[in-house]
């Protein structure tokens, strides 16, 4: 086929979905896209790319996309929307939410996103300067979703870290600094159909390509397992007890890096005794795991050099995610893995550029202190959890969703809805989110389709570019890169450009800033000294130059990662430190330790025997993102049905065969899933794939696209919480029983 023009940018949401950095190239033909594909030039991905990438075509031009605003015309849930112009929407909004704002006060309305695409900046600009403290992963169960592994990274050493794939380097593998990891510990985490939060999950079969090894720790058989030097089947949720486990072999056979622990870190002798309870044997019987496997994977992990540790979404979701993550974190400070080539390099946006203000002292960046400070004041669960205070400038989810029911202690009127499908995806406990939706004065949701969520209670629609149909710019964690609009469709708009609009409404003062989203996008990139054009012109993407606080490695000798300009990390000793002062202050143990979940066979063991499976939910899939997708024909058909799957030994016992459709239910509900009987699950857990509802059937209430019937999270409580309020959604260690579908309810 002839192109009129090829386009090369940043894919980074709507589209793919995903955490994003791939480099891509879109084809143009009659002013249509016709074809997009990886952009072999770019480090990130050197030239691959994922089904959903490749199917963006059927994404952006679908039939049922939305392409010009909408209002709401019958009663909520009727489906019945009207076209109306952009100006006619974006009056009402202001109007609407002007009066709120002047009747309740700002911080009655929600900003609530989903996951880590390119929202955070747009929605964080819109809340803030429409006076809201309250942006918000509404749903999100304990916000479990990496900030408890942020928090403790922060907490233990001011900074952030990721597996060493040669990713900061435009010369990758063949960076003559690098070294390949030889041990991997792929931990809790599926990194291939996923890419998560940044990285590229094929980073780690480059790496394996090139000699490392696997350690892995789950409790299915992925991709990775099969191919590990250890696979640790582990019981969900207890991740905690391992990693206290591996830390008492590593200490006590004094296989940690003495010189780093004695130079750069503090509190070990505390970590020491603390981690002498977790001996090998007992974390066996909480795990599941054989002690000996404990043991040598300790060793095996310690002993390599270097060594590094790719972990996943689960060990948020653990009770006390934050604690979980906190002993994880120390394997690799242990060891000396930490900012080593090959080991878990310190992750800075590139240059410094805010693309999303991840942390609290972004947010100062960003907006100076005092208004943090004011932030502070009525943003829900600032009060009552120290750590949510003073590490993230997000809304804690349960209290939220509570708020919205006792409007104590002020009420909640309205939700701005962007990138997030609550009732489809995003909340544990589907039932309790559909009703506190349902409360609220008025509801916008930004999207590209409608959705159970857009259904049952959307107000006002607003279309959303596409990334091919958008300007913008990402700095998660390299390379520095832009994402160059190719194509419109219909009158769809891009975050920023509505965001950016809106905020100028509240906030007049804006005007005199920003014009443009261009304008606003070349402020957040002084840092870096480059503007947006300057940056497509080259290319699209900057790597950060070595010697930066954005670029590995060994970044605490140098002094690049304080303030004062010292050697040492970014915490008041200076040090890494094993008994965390932050945790302390918090009011939290400084200290990891292990806690059950909040259902099991050992802390509940009557519900236990009425409920004999641990129900995992979630595992990605590489044709979905979240609930995104499924009315996509190239991606559907590779994953037609919502599933489950069960080990044959279960299957067999209940005369369930492969393919059959079961009930899968629990105290809070029931919900029907399409039987995959296989050996990859342990034969005490099923996996139940989330986000799923069906786009091809009636999306009006009472149906709602299906969701009472499939949806996974309506057997998943919001949790007891966690006691930073980080961590704790119980997404993966729901009891549950199955039965055939055809058997009658008892
Ligand atoms: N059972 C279970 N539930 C889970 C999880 C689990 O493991 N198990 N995981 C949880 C986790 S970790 C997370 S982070 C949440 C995620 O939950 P969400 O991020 O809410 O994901 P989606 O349900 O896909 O909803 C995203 C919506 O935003 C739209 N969209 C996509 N990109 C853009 C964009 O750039 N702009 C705009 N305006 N709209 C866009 C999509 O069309 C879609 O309707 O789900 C959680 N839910
Ligand atoms: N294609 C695609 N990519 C995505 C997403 C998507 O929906 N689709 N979602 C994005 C988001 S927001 C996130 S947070 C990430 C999440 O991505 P991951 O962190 O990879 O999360 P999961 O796929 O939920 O689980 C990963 C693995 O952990 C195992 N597991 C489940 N429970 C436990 C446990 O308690 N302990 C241990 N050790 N293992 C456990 C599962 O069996 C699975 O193999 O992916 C992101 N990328
Ligand atoms: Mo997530």
Redesign the pocket.
Known sequence: MEYDKVVTTTAWSPGP???GGCGVKLYIKDGKVVKAEGDETHPFNQGRACP?LLALTQYMYHPDRITYPLKRVGKRGEGKFERISWEEALDTIEAKLGKIKEESGPESVLFCQG?GRDIGGPISFLAYSYGSPNWIQLGLAGHS??TPRLGAMMATYGDYSVLDAAQFSEKRYDDPDYKVPQIIMV?????M?????GFFGHWIVDCMKRGSKLIV????W?WFASRAEKFLQ?R????GALAMAMINVIISEELYDKDFVEQWTEGFEELKHRAAEYTPQKVAEITWIPEEDIIESARMYALAKPAAIQW???ID??PEGSTVAQAITHLWCLTGNLDVPGGNVIARPAYGVTTYPFSTQEMHELYGEEFVKNLNEKRIGANEFPMVRNFRGWAQPDLAVKQMFTGDPYPIKACWIQTSNILGGQAADTRLHYEALKRMDFVVVADLFHNPTTMAVADIILPVASTAEKESFRSWWVPLQVIVPAVEVGECRSDWEINLELAKRFNPELRKRYDTVKQLIDDRLKPAGITYDQLKEQGGWVMPPENSASRPYRRYEKGLLRPDGKPGFRTTSGKVEFASKSYQDWGLDPLPYYSEPPESEVRTPELFKKYPLVM?T?????V???SEHRMIPWLRECDPYPIVEINPSVAGKMGIEDGEWIVIENDRGSIKRKAQVTPIVHPKVI?VPH?WWLPEEDGREPNLYGIWDINCNNLVHIGPGAKSGYGGGAY??ALVRIRKANEAVE
């Not at 931990?187 to 990194?191: E, I, R, S």
């Not at 969900?236 to 991740?239: E, H, N, R």
């Open positions: 979905g995903c955490h959903r996951t979703c990496y931990w809790a985490q599926n990194p159909p996923g890419c998560p939060d720790i789950d409790p299915r992925t582990i969900p949720g207890t991740d996943g979404v689960p979701k653990c995992v979630g595992r990605r899939s590489s979905f993102f979240h996996s986000g993966k260690t």
